[in-house]
């Protein structure tokens, strides 16, 4: 494994590669940049890095940031009806963008001849969709049901990633985290008074049986056990991942402070 050091120096390089690439002028002058997930770029280059040369795992890394950058424009896409030019606009050219963002991670590794991970990302694609029909009605959902799939949207694009390169241990590991992070999220929501699919469904669960903060870190609890258990596969990697919970633990009290405060 490089030094962290290294490893920081690159994931900073992937970081500016990637804007590099989404970067254009008219589409930003009214569609927001693309927000990147800063633990979706450590994590990715975390699990090819020792696998790929330096360059593959650079390219596939920034090829996966496309694609899902993609994902999550489309997903700001209102369906409400327009009664304005202005917004009718932004609204296609924020179509337009994820589309943009998505043919770039398909330019990318066309121009590399990787044929199967353009499979295996088509192939995501698809499971993301039906995982996010699978959600619409989330009221009818267990727990359980919910939790498989929030995390499939949540991080399905890494796992299959994780199976083309054989890196198998890397699964439930990015399955956990990502959800846990999801989890958190929610929670924050919850408590700053916003209704969550997730968080509606563990009060569903626990049925008035007990304080419903409670019940929802005993689910945070839940998640973190497992995803350190699972951790520990990865060997050297496992300081590498508890580094990264606790981190997103810390991120999350600090906003409950705020947002308890405010």
């Given amino acids: 494994?490089?030094?962290?050091?290294q490893f920081d120096d690159k994931v900073k390089e992937i970081k500016k590669s990637f804007y590099s690439l989404?970067?254009?002028?008219?589409?930003?002058?009214?569609?927001?940049?693309?927000?990147?997930?800063?633990?979706?770029?450590?994590?990715?280059?975390?699990?090819?890095?020792?696998?790929?040369?330096?360059?593959e795992a650079k390219?596939?890394?920034?090829?996966?940031?496309?694609?899902?950058?993609?994902l999550d424009v489309h997903d700001e896409v209102s369906l409400d009806p327009i009664n304005s030019d202005r917004l009718r606009k932004n609204r296609q050219l924020t179509v337009l963008a994820g589309d943009y963002y998505v043919s770039l991670h398909y330019?990318?590794?066309?121009?590399?001849?990787q044929i199967p991970m353009i499979r295996?990302?088509?192939?995501?694609?698809?499971?993301?969709?039906?995982?996010k029909l699978n959600l619409c009605d989330s009221s009818e959902l267990s727990y359980e049901e919910i939790q498989l799939n929030a995390s499939q949207i949540e991080s399905v694009l890494m796992q299959n990633m994780a199976d083309y390169f054989e890196q198998t241990d890397w699964k439930n590991v990015i399955k956990d985290f990502f959800y846990l992070k999801r989890l958190l999220e929610e929670k924050v929501e919850w408590i700053e008074g916003r209704t969550t699919p997730i968080i509606q469904a563990i009060i569903r669960e626990f049925n008035g049986t007990g304080n419903e903060l409670q019940c929802?870190?005993?689910?945070?609890?839940?998640?973190?056990?497992?995803?350190?258990?699972?951790?520990?596969?990865?060997?050297?990697?496992?300081?590498?991942v508890i580094e990264h919970v606790d981190e997103l633990i810390g991120r999350t009290s600090l906003h409950e402070i705020v947002s308890e405060e405010g």
Wanted: aromatic residues 10%; proline residues 1%; hydrophobic residues 40%.
């Fill in 1 to 5: 494994m490089v030094s962290m050091s």
């Fill in 22 to 55: 989404t970067k254009h002028l008219y589409l930003q002058s009214y569609v927001q940049e693309p927000d990147l997930d800063d633990d979706k770029v450590r994590f990715l280059y975390a699990m090819m890095q020792k696998r790929l040369s330096t360059k």
């Fill in 59 to 70: 390219m596939f890394t920034i090829s996966a940031l496309l694609l899902q950058a993609g």
């Fill in 107 to 113: 330019y990318l590794l066309a121009e590399k001849q």
């Fill in 120 to 131: 295996v990302f088509s192939q995501s694609i698809q499971e993301i969709n039906e995982y």
């Fill in 216 to 240: 929802i870190d005993k689910r945070v609890e839940d998640v973190k056990d497992r995803l350190l258990l699972n951790s520990k596969a990865l060997n050297s990697f496992e300081k590498f």
